[in-house]
């Protein structure tokens, strides 16, 4: 597969067949429909078209509660920035962590800006996988300006312990040099924390609206709070589901 045919593409790598494939028209997601994190965006949005202008631009790191748009922002971002700019995306899983060295040596000579996405990471902190990640991020890849490395955690640390406050002291001292060596390959830090219910019941109204909805507002705000109880979340994944889940009246 030619990398002509990547640019502006979202990217996946499959690792049966040891090559990369488009996803075609799967993710749509604009900027706009994020709410709540205008902060997030103008941040991410301004360093990804630098980066696509060959401009200094940093790693990012988004993190926090799930379902607050951290991939979407990333998804977003790229879909507003590549209707200007010749860019790619190649999301890597991370179950995928172990083919990270081969990915980067079949793109590593290709005049392509690639914003290389790590979605949901999360390691334990003797974990080899931690090992592979932190020397991505200060290997001979983190110094090429065609890619640009976002990844996206539940936790800000992205390093988990099971017993941190069992740890004597040069083991806490362990995990703290561990936790900053990490941090510091990350230019940008963007936390996103969760929505109020306030915040949750605007972002179900908007996209009632959107997909031309019309029902009366206090049934559908007691009918999303009570759909945010039984799923444990108020996001603003959540509130999309639920809306979705309007049309379907078995549900």
């Known amino acids: 597969m030619s990398?002509?045919?990547?640019?502006?593409?979202?990217?996946?790598?499959?690792?049966?067949?040891?090559?990369?494939?488009?996803?075609?028209?799967?993710?749509?997601?604009?900027?706009?429909?994020?709410?709540?994190?205008?902060?997030?965006?103008?941040i991410?949005?301004?360093?990804?078209?630098?980066?696509?202008?060959?401009?200094?631009?940093?790693?990012?790191?988004?993190?926090?509660?799930?379902?607050?748009?951290?991939?979407?922002?990333?998804?977003?971002?790229?879909?507003?920035?590549?209707?200007?700019?010749?860019?790619?995306?190649?999301?890597?899983?991370?179950?995928?962590?172990?083919?990270?060295?081969?990915?980067?040596?079949?793109?590593?000579?290709?005049?392509?800006?690639?914003i290389i996405f790590f979605d949901d990471f999360s390691f334990s902190a003797n974990s080899d996988d931690f090992i592979i990640f932190k020397n991505i991020l200060d290997g001979a890849a983190s110094k090429n300006l065609n890619f640009?490395?976002?990844?996206?955690?539940?936790?800000?640390?992205?390093?988990?312990?099971?017993?941190?406050?069992?740890?004597?002291?040069?083991?806490?001292q362990e995990a703290l040099d561990n936790e900053t060596a990490l941090s510091d390959r990350f230019g940008i830090w963007l936390g996103f924390e969760k929505f109020t219910n306030n915040q949750y019941l605007d972002i179900v109204n908007y996209y009632c609206l959107k997909f031309n909805i019309s029902n009366d507002k206090n049934f559908i705000n007691n009918k999303a709070l009570q759909w945010s109880l039984n799923r444990g979340a108020k996001s603003g994944r959540e509130a999309y589901h639920f809306v979705k889940s309007l049309h379907n009246k078995k549900i």
């Not at 996946?12 to 429909?33: G, Q, R």
């Open 44 to 114: 991410l949005l301004e360093n990804t078209i630098l980066f696509a202008e060959g401009k200094p631009s940093n790693n990012g790191l988004l993190w926090g509660a799930r379902g607050t748009g951290k991939s979407s922002l990333i998804y977003s971002a790229f879909n507003y920035v590549k209707e200007k700019y010749n860019i790619a995306l190649l999301e890597i899983k991370r179950n995928q962590l172990k083919y990270i060295h081969s990915i980067l040596r079949q793109i590593n000579n290709i005049d392509q800006k690639i």
């Open 148 to 172: 640009l490395f976002y990844t996206t955690s539940n936790f800000r640390s992205i390093i988990q312990y099971n017993n941190k406050s069992n740890m004597d002291m040069i083991e806490q």
């Open 3 to 42: 990398m002509n045919s990547f640019k502006k593409k979202i990217l996946a790598w499959d690792e049966f067949d040891k090559n990369f494939y488009v996803l075609e028209n799967s993710i749509n997601t604009k900027i706009e429909d994020l709410l709540f994190i205008e902060k997030q965006k103008q």
